[in-house]
Each structure stands twice: as structure tokens, then as C-alpha cells.
């Protein structure tokens, strides 16, 4: 564990609040086709019919898991019903934007010490079905083990696993957890924290997310659409990183989410997943605060300064 500096804690509320905006900034947009990222900006939702600055699934999912964090539990053991129990009770709440693997899954659950069962069973099923939704809510996974490779890896194939099981979903989540966790403690650049990630993957598997990796640094951009499966997500939200490198802290994190968005189809999810990378790596005072003032959603109207204050408690409990 690190040692707790405002630093490291700006910087573990910019994963939460960057994937907040991102998530917020890509409602406006969700699955319509390519644009000029320059012209992305806070919109109305045009799936949830929520006003500018309002976020997602892609944050309510994340507050699912920072909540229970929050509270101290251990993703490594029963706390994982919390995180589940909280997933339910989102549920219940009838989001008007729920992914279609998550949707199966919850759905089937009576009780959340059945999640992972479920999420099972679903896979046996429909053993390729390997959806994004578990890579978009898994940065604050990160604030859970600060510094320990191994739970954090173990954490972050468990909160996929609750509703995404299959190998893809489990290692995109553990490759975009271990780079936000050295990100946020504030350890090398964004391109070598992923480097790094990619290195604690068996060869093999290591090898194949580079590739993956590579690919997406170079492709044209609509093959990075649609971008529902989690690989091309990933790919997605790494070019939008890449694309938009800069000197400049503030510069990159909002042209990489606008980048994202650029892109089309799952907007406010690849938005998520970019921002909450680059938000983790930067600190959540290089966010825009005409948007970060705007943030808001479920549960019971949670803004900005909750949400800092949910990743301060998660890093102080973090073990
Ligand atoms: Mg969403």
C-alpha cells in the first residue's frame, strides 16, 4: 500500500470521476456513427432521456462496486455480495440502459450470493458471449489492493466474473485494473503501466493482448466499430489513449474521451473505459469542471463530490 497523499487521492477519485464524464459525455451520442471529436460536448441522453452531464450504467455499475468498497468490503471474499447485492438493487431501480449480457444475467438472479453461479451458467450456455460490461465499471476495482499485483488481479477477475465470465472479459479487466492501480499510485507513464499489465498475463495470453493491442494503435477507425465486445473496447478506448497523447495533462484526458465518443456505437462505454484510464493516470482536478459540476445519477442524485468522497473512503479502506 502506498503512502495516502492528496495526490494519490486526486488521482484515485479521477478514475471514478473520469469515468463519470466519459460515461456522461458519450450518453449524448450512444450508438450513432462516427464524428469529428471536436464537436463532442455534453448532451441530453439520447438513450436515457437524461439532461447533459448525467451518467450511465457505465457509473452506476461503478458505484455498485466502489460502495461496497467503500463500506470495507473485501472483493476477495463475501464482500463480493455486496457488490452483487448493490448490482440488484440498481436493477431494481429500472435503468433505462442496461447491456444486454448484464440484463441476462441480473435478471435470473433471486439472490445475490447466486450471481456468480448464474454468470456461470449463462457462460456455459453462450460460451462466446464476452460483452464489455464488466472492462467499463472495472477502474475503481484498482483503489481496492493499491500496489499488489496479485489481488488486484484476483479482485478484478471476480467483479467480472459476476456477470462476465469469459477469459477476455476477466484479462481485459485485470489489464486495465493494474495499469489504473500504477497509475493512481502515481508510477510510471500510461503507456508503460500498460506494458507493465500486460507482463503479469501468461505468455501466451500476454503475447495476444499486445498484438491486440498493436492492432488498434494502427487500424482504421471503423473497424473499431461496433464495439460491443470487449476486446474491441478495449482496442477502442486504447486508440482513443494513443491518439490523443499530449504534454498536456488536461488536453489528453478530455480529447481522448471526446475521441472515444468520435468513434460511435457504444460511446458512453468506450468514453468510460478511456476516461476512467486516463483520469486514474491524471487526477481528477485536470477534469473540466463545467462538467465534472454537471455529473449526476443514480443512486439518489450522487454528484461529483460524492463521488470523490466514495474513492477517498475506498482507498482508506484499501488493504
Ligand atoms: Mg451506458
Not at 495470453?205 to 477507425?221: D, F, I
Request: proline share 4%; glycine share 10%; aromatic share 6%.
Amino acid at each position: 500500500m502506498s503512502q495516502i497523499t492528496h495526490e494519490l487521492l486526486d488521482r484515485a477519485a479521477g478514475t471514478i470521476l473520469g469515468c463519470a464524464v466519459g460515461d456522461a459525455l458519450g450518453a449524448g451520442y450512444e450508438f450513432e456513427g462516427p464524428r469529428d471529436p471536436a464537436t463532442v460536448t455534453m448532451r441530453p441522453g439520447n438513450l436515457t432521456g437524461r439532461p447533459p452531464g448525467k451518467w450511465t450504467d457505465d457509473t452506476e455499475m461503478t458505484l455498485g462496486v466502489l460502495m461496497a468498497q467503500a463500506d470495507g468490503a473485501s472483493l476477495l471474499d463475501d464482500g463480493i455480495v455486496a457488490v452483487a447485492s448493490n448490482f440488484l438493487t440498481w436493477f431494481d431501480s429500472r435503468p433505462p440502459d442496461v447491456g444486454n449480457q448484464t440484463r441476462q444475467i441480473l435478471r435470473q438472479c433471486t439472490r445475490p450470493d447466486e450471481m456468480l453461479e448464474v454468470a456461470e451458467k449463462f457462460q456455459e450456455l453462450s460460451p462466446n458471449a464476452a460483452g464489455n460490461g464488466s472492462l467499463m465499471r472495472t477502474g475503481t476495482v484498482a483503489l481496492s489492493y493499491l500496489g499488489n499485483d496479485h489481488l488486484l488481479s484476483e479482485a478484478a477477475k471476480r467483479v467480472s466474473r459476476l456477470t462476465h465470465p469469459h477469459i477476455d472479459a476477466q484479462e481485459a479487466c485485470v489489464l486495465w485494473t493494474l495499469a489504473i492501480d500504477r497509475g493512481v499510485r502515481g508510477v510510471g507513464s500510461w503507456r508503460t503501466n500498460m506494458n507493465h499489465a500486460l507482463a503479469t498475463l501468461p505468455e501466451e495470453r500476454g503475447q495476444l493482448w499486445l498484438n491486440r493491442l498493436t492492432e488498434a494503435e494502427s487500424v482504421h477507425l471503423g473497424e473499431l466499430r461496433p464495439n460491443g465486445w470487449v476486446v474491441r473496447a478495449l482496442q477502442a478506448a486504447w486508440r482513443s489513449i494513443v491518439a490523443t497523447a499530449s504534454d498536456s495533462a488536461a488536453d489528453h484526458l478530455h480529447e481522448a474521451m471526446q475521441f472515444a465518443v468520435g468513434i460511435g456505437d457504444d460511446t458512453d462505454t468506450i468514453s468510460a473505459i478511456a476516461g476512467a484510464y486516463l483520469g486514474g493516470h491524471y487526477g481528477a482536478s485536470e477534469l473540466r469542471p463545467d462538467w465534472t459540476e454537471q455529473l449526476g445519477g443514480w443512486p439518489d442524485g450522487l454528484g461529483s463530490n460524492d463521488l470523490r468522497s466514495l474513492a477517498e473512503q475506498a482507498v482508506r479502506k484499501s488493504s
